[in-house]
């Protein structure tokens, strides 16, 4: 009869054993020498999101970067001896993530511009609400007063 403790011990040398395998998910291979330069892409792309960038300003840049990708795939499965497209491909790709990078980095500038004009316009709008409010304030006092001043002067006294 086997006891919980020995399943138990069965269960986590499994799982260790799958995790210690890696993963069985095929993934792109980078060409050494570009490897800094998708690195810098795909940072330039996250920097302009933070900055503020909205979805439809980053999705060509997303889409160029997939491009990249494609382009160094196809030329890391030609054969040795084609170098020339090789390294015809490897150009463009290069040429594509300094697009990128070029791109990304305008984006990020624009994107924080208007992100920090936007936090402007919200303060001063608040200021604004803050100083209309306080006036609308001040001035139904006032109306309220002249009321109830109007009001007690219009009195009649009544003789019982």
């Known amino acids: 009869m086997t006891r919980?403790?020995?399943w138990l011990i069965l269960i986590i040398a499994i799982l260790v054993a799958v995790t210690m395998i890696g993963p069985l998910y095929p993934s792109?291979?980078?060409?050494?020498p570009l490897q800094p330069s998708f690195g810098q892409a795909i940072v330039a792309v996250n920097n302009a999101e933070a900055a503020g960038a909205t979805p439809n300003e980053t999705a060509p840049l997303v889409t160029l970067l997939n491009k990249a990708l494609e382009l160094n795939q196809e030329a890391s499965s030609l054969p040795p001896n084609q170098t020339e497209q090789r390294n015809a491909l490897l150009s463009s790709v290069n040429e594509i993530l300094t697009n990128v990078t070029n791109q990304a980095n305008d984006l990020t500038?624009?994107?924080?511009r208007r992100t920090y004009t936007n936090k402007i316009i919200t303060y001063l709008s608040g200021i604004?609400?803050?100083v209309v409010g306080t006036f609308a304030y001040v001035l139904g006092v006032e109306l309220y007063q002249r009321y109830r001043i109007k009001r007690t002067f219009q009195m009649r006294v009544k003789a019982k």
Do not use: L, R
């Open 4 to 6: 919980a403790s020995d």
């Open 28 to 32: 792109a291979q980078i060409n050494q």
């Open 109 to 112: 500038s624009t994107s924080a």
């Open 128 to 130: 604004v609400v803050a």
